[in-house]
């Protein structure tokens, strides 16, 4: 039935029907609505002998996380920001050992300058950390991912992070329907996990591998990530078959029938790329959008089969490398080699800047105009602010 | 689509009244999308949140720069923030004044406006000053987007036991307030 309610309230119920054992989480915006949420439904008895953590921080959160997956629990987290940062050391042990823990990122800027705001640096910058990254799209999509997470990690024996929009999502009210407990149950099998720690029957994970086999257990972490390629459209279909809606999979195509301009973004910014395509068919304007679902692990073939028929992709993303360029624009150059399609970085959004129907009509005109220039454009720059900066750094 | 921009200061529920305007249209089986002004607002400090209210899904995410409607929930705001900026000629704006729109100074913009002293409803009725629940019935009664009905079923679908009860008080003498002031949604 559908309901009413803020995206992390959504996220809450939806997590507390996956029925977790563990949940382990401090506190920041904008993910606290989250746990705040779940650590109700605990102490309220919603979810049994569940144990909600609280920890000192991020840091002590994933490594609870780390603890209590070993163990053989279902676990949850959910962080933001400086948060993730701040969990890195153990992001790597979590997806290392291959504990199938589900996290919630609410997307955020990362400072300096300190920035609550919504954008991607936050989940981009722990995209090589081992972890499945999910985008979700609609709270709807956040809500439903949530589910679909918990199957792949624990079919897989690998960590998932789920990425929504923090405010944009995690703050907004719309319709959405919450996964019940019943659904959930008949998608989602107990967990069952490939090894357990346990006092009785002693066992030791996570021990020093010298030079003679990291590189081949670094390559099968890489074999298995892989994997998710084919399992994450199978729990897509799996999940449309049982709850009657889509969410997920690897990417989704709008509109891209015979467009000759494609614009390839992640997370709630395509509903407003959406509106302006629909704008700009209405007028004749061959152009359509891709939504990359799935970020890591990396769907190239799924990539280079949606767009190769283009004439030119414009990579919209949330965050870029400093120094470098776009992260995802240079992930879609690699499935794009040797195929015709030019591909433009654009950078928009950053720490919670409103991207407009306005600004992306202006941008995709000059992508179909050929105006755009082949490095990476920054959507809305206050170009006079920045050419004055310049001029001071290059006076002194 | 109609776009409803709410101006307040941080403690008045002005994010609270967006959601509870797209409850209000979620029950009449539309879809309805409310977003507040992220930021780390303090009580006091001017707050604005959005609400928009379509017959289909609504995809778009960004601010709302052209309301069809305002609702101004601090009248003291219309002097130190820009609220009227967008709103599109001829739209709607609601004011919490005991004050007339001559007296406070804004007769002459394109819009058609109603003042409500929503804040002496609710401290008469619900023991408080909290103009939110009382400004949407007036808007339900100014705009006709949304019914008194629906709104008085989402305040109590917030708002549980005295301040559920005191709420709709306020909003039903908010609404009919607006429908004495020859109010024609």
Known sequence: MPRQLEGSVAVAETVAACRPDVICAYPISPQTHIVEGLSRIVKTGGLGSCEFLNVESEFGAMSACIGASATGARTYTATASQGLLFMAEALYNASGLGLPIVMTVANRAIGAPINIWNDHSDAMSQRDSGWIQLYAETNQEAADLHVQAFRLAEELSLPVMVCMDGFILTHAYERLEVPTAEQVAAYLPPFEPRQVLDPDEPMMIGAMVGPEAFTEVKYLMHAKQQMALAAIPQLADEFERDFGRRSGGLLRRYRCQDAHTVVLALGSVLGTIEDVIDDMRDEGVAIGAVGLKCFRPYPLDAVRTALAQAERVVVLEKAFAVGAGGIVGQNVRLALSGLRPRVHDVIAGLGGRPITKASLRRLFEQAVDDRLGRGMTFLDLDHDVVARELQRLEAR | ?185
């Open chain 2, 1 to 185: 689509m109609y776009s409803v921009r709410i101006h307040g200061r941080g403690g008045q529920g002005v994010v609270t009244s967006a959601e509870l305007l797209s409850l209000a249209a979620f029950l009449e089986g539309r879809h309805a999308q409310a977003i507040p002004s992220f930021g780390s607002e303090r009580t006091g400090a001017p707050v604005v949140s959005f609400c928009r209210i379509d017959d289909r899904e609504i995809r778009l995410r960004e601010p709302i720069a052209a309301p069809d409607a305002l609702i101004v929930q601090d009248p003291t705001l219309l002097h130190q923030a820009d609220v009227f900026a967008g709103l599109v000629p001829g739209g709607r704006v609601l004011l919490n004044s005991s004050r007339t729109a001559e007296a406070l100074g804004v007769a002459g913009l394109d819009a058609q406006i109603l003042t409500v002293p929503a804040s002496e409803l609710a401290r008469t009725h619900l023991g408080r000053p909290l103009p939110g629940p009382a400004m949407l019935a007036a808007f339900a009664a100014l705009t006709g987007v949304v019914s008194l009905e629906s709104v008085l079923a989402a305040i109590r679908d917030r708002f549980k036991g005295a301040a559920g009860a005191g709420n709709a008080a306020a909003a039903q003498a908010a609404h009919a307030f607006a429908l004495r002031e020859g109010v024609h949604a």
